[in-house]
């Protein structure tokens, strides 16, 4: 599966912002769906994930509350919807597909930067 992320850019904190990550390809249901993000000296992180069927999803603690992971299996698009942005949230976003046959994300998109200003 091919991975295009979008609709990064530059945001107060405060504010908000929704990702969105298109996938190519006929059997994006068949997929696990995951957001990580890599800051700026930083390793990159896990952020959310979301199951096949969007019935489930999982998030690093410091993003509980605030970000939302869900996906539109009828659009291959899964989105980030990101609110009470803070400052250490900027770093570059990307999404992850994970197939049924393994246990790690072994397709990635692109990455989308995300600046939040202080």
């Known amino acids: 599966v091919q991975l295009q992320a979008s609709g990064g850019g530059l945001v107060q904190a405060g504010g908000s912002l929704r990702l969105s990550c298109a996938a190519s390809?006929?059997?994006?249901?068949?997929?696990?769906m995951g957001w990580f993000r890599q800051a700026p000296g930083k390793e990159r992180e896990f952020v959310a994930q979301?199951?096949?069927?969007?019935?489930?999803?999982y998030y690093t603690d410091s993003v509980k509350g605030r970000f939302t992971i869900s996906r539109d299996n009828a659009k291959n698009t899964v989105y980030l919807q990101m609110s009470s942005l803070k400052p250490e949230d900027t770093a570059v976003y990307y999404c992850?597909?994970?197939?049924?046959?393994?246990?790690?994300?072994?397709?990635w998109g692109q990455g989308t930067l995300v600046t939040v200003s202080s």
């Open positions: 992850a597909a994970k197939s049924s046959s393994s246990s790690n994300f072994g397709s």
């Open positions: 390809g006929r059997t994006f249901n068949s997929y696990v």
């Open positions: 979301i199951t096949r069927s969007g019935d489930s999803t």
